[in-house]
């Protein structure tokens, strides 16, 4: 099984910063990695798929990068809204596998 | 604009089956492009992928719960269930239903619609 890490799990950060968050397969998954944006009590929101591709309405600022085994998500200009957890996700033969978590809140 | 609902008992006994059901609406289940997904995430803690199916009843399912999983479509209530024997209260989270996202370019391997999430809990 492909097994998925996230660093940091917790950041802390003010708006305006630019924030990136790395996540590790535990092998080659090429660029099949997504990134979802959760806040309390709601469902996740897919932000990116194919490891770059920003979902329909997801606002510019965010962008992610990498393919094979590390990837990034990077929020270019913190905004109020974007204080949430992340989750990472590969796919591979239609196994998913979830990271554990990136939760950035207020500095 | 496409929707999905999750429903079921928000209480189920150890060693009982937990049983949900997803409705569709604004959108057929039948479309060829998409598969339909459960994914979990017990209180304060991450989010686990349970399973997923096609229209025509193919299924793929986290090996860690295969044993206990079924998940089944019902096209003419553009409807996709799961159930999950033998549960315990390490069971109890909020299930969430979700599509799996499709591009001109073919599934695109990430979930793009989601349910709001039903708390499931697990005790006598």
């Known amino acids: 099984d492909i097994q998925m890490t996230q660093s940091p799990s917790t950041l802390s950060a003010s708006v305006g910063d630019r924030v990136t968050i790395t996540c590790r397969a535990s092998?080659?998954?090429?660029?099949?990695l997504a990134w979802y944006q959760q806040k309390p009590g709601k469902a996740p929101k897919l932000l990116m798929y194919?490891?770059?591709s920003l979902e329909s309405g997801v606002p510019s600022r965010f962008s992610g990068s990498g393919s094979g085994t590390e990837f990034t998500l990077t929020i270019s200009s913190l905004q109020p809204d974007d204080f949430a957890t992340y989750y990472c996700q590969q796919y591979d033969s239609y196994i998913f596998t979830f990271g554990p978590g990136t939760k950035v809140d207020i500095k | 604009q496409l929707q999905l609902q999750e429903s079921g008992p928000g209480l189920v006994k150890p060693s009982d089956t937990l049983s949900l059901t997803c409705t569709v609406s604004g959108g057929s289940i039948s479309s060829s492009r998409y598969y339909w997904g459960w994914i979990r995430q017990p209180p304060g803690k991450g989010l686990e992928w349970i399973g997923s199916i096609y229209y025509s009843g193919s299924t793929y399912y986290n090996p860690s719960l295969k044993s206990r999983v079924t998940i089944s479509v019902d096209t003419s209530k553009n409807q996709f269930s799961l159930k999950l024997n033998s549960v315990t209260p390490a069971d109890t989270a909020v299930y969430y239903c979700a599509r799996l996202g499709y591009t001109s370019s073919g599934q695109h391997g990430a979930f793009d619609i989601w349910g709001q999430g039903t708390m499931v809990t697990v005790s006598s």
């Open positions: 092998q080659s998954i090429s660029t099949w």
């Open positions: 194919r490891a770059s």
